[in-house]
């Protein structure tokens, strides 16, 4: 038992230093101060019923292709969604709290709307026919960026392996397409997949795929590798500027139209608020550029 420690009592793990996701790294690119509020400060933020919805759905996907493949029908898929939100709704009381209770009208509604996205999953690709190795993997990689290491962490919704070896990964998202003027977000989250592939299994993917369960459209990307060194470089600078950030937690706002929808107003400077203090940069301090 460590020095310090009482019969019965549950030592904490250690919290791991922040790392560079799609979000993440995004969040820090639209506005620093987010980027500390969600990865260093962890910030609550209440769930919507869309992002539930969201989770649900993965989690019906995931089961399902966890069945044998002649099995993964729309009758099946549908079947999981009960049990599924059961265990959501039992691991995340946040998610639970959106609804009055297990007879609440509006949660019938809501799970009907779920299984409208899993029934144009459907209309999008057989999964009897998907060759997955890989579902919902989470990925950690280090980028030897010119800066120092860039930790970058990931999840995987699915890795297809052809019996040829193409690779394939697909990203299910339970939104409509983005408009013109946003598909910058989306080409930026699937770089950081294909960089994510290309440094844990050594070679590009083939083709990523997002499919888009609210209006049924799939969209496909296919890198090359001279590509993806140079989006490395830009995550690499985006570390960079975390590093100098926080040792002193100099995150600072930057206001704009994504404000309209920010959880964190009330501790934003930019709005009159006042962030928490400022708890350190947790983990290895030399994650911080070396300083505490």
């Known amino acids: 038992m460590p020095d310090g420690a009482t019969a019965g009592a549950v030592e904490a793990p250690p919290r791991r230093p922040p790392a560079l996701s799609p979000s993440r790294a995004s969040d820090f ?37 966890a069945d044998p493949p002649a099995t993964r029908t729309p009758a099946a898929a549908r079947a999981l969604l009960g049990p599924c939100w059961d265990e959501l709704a039992t691991a995340w009381p946040d998610a639970a709290a959106l609804f009055a209770g297990p007879d609440d009208p509006e949660l019938a509604v809501w799970l009907d709307s779920a299984s409208g996205l899993l029934d144009t999953y459907f209309t999008l690709e057989d999964p009897a026919a998907v060759p997955a190795s890989a579902v919902e993997e989470r990925v950690e990689a280090t980028l030897d960026g010119g800066t120092g290491s860039v930790p970058l962490r990931g999840i995987l919704d699915r890795l297809d392996e052809a019996p040829d070896g193409t690779l394939r990964v697909v990203d299910y998202k339970t939104g409509r397409t983005p408009g013109e003027g946003f598909e910058g977000s989306v080409l930026f989250q699937l770089k950081f997949y294909a960089l994510a592939v290309l440094l844990t299994r050594g070679r590009v993917p083939d083709e990523l795929r997002l499919l888009y369960l ?32 926080a040792p002193t937690g100099d995150f600072r706002p930057n206001r704009g139209s994504a404000c309209r929808t920010c959880d964190h107003k009330a501790a934003c400077p930019a709005w009159d608020g006042t962030p928490p203090p400022y708890p350190g940069w947790p983990g290895d301090p030399a994650a911080a550029g070396g300083e505490a």
């Open 29 to 65: 690119r639209r506005c620093p101060l987010l980027y500390r509020f969600r990865a260093v400060d962890r910030l609550p933020e209440p769930p919507s019923r869309a992002q539930v919805r969201g989770t649900l759905v993965h989690a019906v996907l995931e089961r399902l292709f």
């Open 214 to 245: 609210a209006d049924g459209t799939a969209l496909t990307y296919r890198p090359d590798e001279a590509e993806l060194h140079r989006f490395a470089r830009l995550l690499d600078a985006v570390w960079a500027a975390i590093r100098r950030a």
